[in-house]
């Protein structure tokens, strides 16, 4: 059973920096990639940034382009998220996911999902 905890959420203020990790258990993830999601009050899960596992391939929605960073450490199987220049728009609950489809903006691709963890800008 694939178990996804995320830590490190918080209150930052605008222009501040927050890391998020995501710990992966349950089963080998070499093949798969690792999403970033974010849901604010009233909105749908919107798509952050995602890695894969295997060589460590970034992609990352447009509105966090430059400012926010995924990496993985594959000995640990967790991965991160580095947000610097934060902005109140950032606020929401942040979730990390597991994919196997190449289609990883997509939050239907994810089959596995941790808990989300808030994250708050303060402006």
């Known amino acids: 059973q694939v178990h996804l905890v995320e830590s490190g959420g918080g209150l930052a203020q605008a222009g501040g920096s927050l890391r998020l990790s995501c710990a992966a258990s349950?089963?080998?993830?070499?093949?798969?990639?690792m999403g970033w999601f974010r849901q604010a009050p009233g909105k749908e899960h919107e798509f952050v940034a995602a890695?894969?596992?295997?060589?460590?391939?970034?992609y990352y929605a447009d509105s966090v382009k430059g400012r926010f960073t995924v990496t993985r450490d594959s000995a640990k199987n967790t991965v991160y998220l580095q947000m610097n220049a934060m902005k109140p728009e950032d606020t929401a609950i942040y979730y990390c996911?597991?994919?196997?489809?190449?289609?990883?903006?997509?939050?239907?691709?994810?089959?596995?999902w941790g808990q989300g963890t808030q994250v708050t800008v303060a402006s």
């Open positions: 996911a597991t994919a196997a489809s190449e289609s990883i903006r997509a939050a239907q691709s994810y089959a596995d």
């Open positions: 349950g089963r080998t993830f070499s093949n798969d990639y």
């Open positions: 890695i894969t596992w295997s060589d460590g391939s970034t």
